[in-house]
């Protein structure tokens, strides 16, 4: 069963007043999160670009907080090889404000990408049904804001990101 009522309410209640705030007085900070916009293939094939709406943001920019690498999962962005059919995680790094770099492995190629899918997409092994995943679990945030990024599913195609799921 899932928690209806977060036990941090601070990031919850945050996240309201900066909503409340953008619509009841202009306010022009972020009051959504990071959402996907696009994304393209590099031209060698090794790196996947993917932005979010800049207007939405605010002008806060999107932050990846560190997150280890050695541990399966932890950056919460997979692509699905054409090759084996396979999802694998990848690597993140910031590319711009509004933006974020995954980094992909020797020999991938890359048809659809992710982040934050499944039933526990950046707690690892933590059982939400004892312990509920905890605020800013996910690597993918708004730096000032601290809000997390919707997450998302894209299909590539001719080097863009087609919309799948949000």
Known sequence: M???????????????????LAVAYGDKQAHTQPTLSGCSVSTDGRSIVVSFDAQRLGGDTVLVQKYSAAQE????????DTATGNW????VQVASASSVKVLLKAGISAVSIRYAWGDNPCCGSNNRTVTPCPPASCPLLTKRTSEPAVPF???IKDGTCVLVIV
Not at 2 to 20: C, E, F, M, T, V
Not at 73 to 80: F, I, K, N, Q, Y
Not at 88 to 91: H, I, N, Y
């Open 153 to 155: 599913q894209a299909a």
């Open 88 to 91: 694998s995680f990848v690597d």
């Open 73 to 80: 999962g932890a950056s919460a962005m997979e692509v699905l």
């Open 2 to 20: 899932s928690y209806i009522h977060p036990r941090d309410k601070r990031p919850l209640g945050q996240r309201l007043a900066n909503a409340a």
